[in-house]
């Protein structure tokens, strides 16, 4: 639980990080908002990298966290996408989900 906690944090940073400045820095010079961006990334990888760590410690294998890893970063941006960015959830995205889900189904079958 531990590992999913830290990368479900890790990804709401990153995503901000990646994302913020499409509605919140739109008009700021790019070098600045590369610079925020980064500083942003770097509690990312403060909480992504313990979780990996943990979660590897735990027995889940370096597939089954990064397949994790990208679950949580569509249900993060998605989360994003419309209460930060204000864009509409189509059910083409709730269909592409449902797909990856399954993916992530796949790898945890019999562990």
Known sequence: ????VLLTLS???MTT???WHLK????KPLMLVIMISWAIAFVEYCLAVPANRI??????SAGQLKVA???IALVVFGVFM???LGEPLHWRHLAAFVCIMAGVA?????K
């Open 1 to 4: 639980m531990q590992t999913l």
């Open 11 to 13: 990804n709401i940073f």
């Open 17 to 19: 990080a990646w994302y």
């Open 24 to 27: 919140g820095g739109a008009n």
């Open 55 to 60: 979660g590897y410690q735990a027995g889940w």
């Open 69 to 71: 890893q990208e679950a």
């Open 82 to 84: 419309v209460l930060v």
């Open 106 to 110: 796949f790898l945890f079958v019999g």
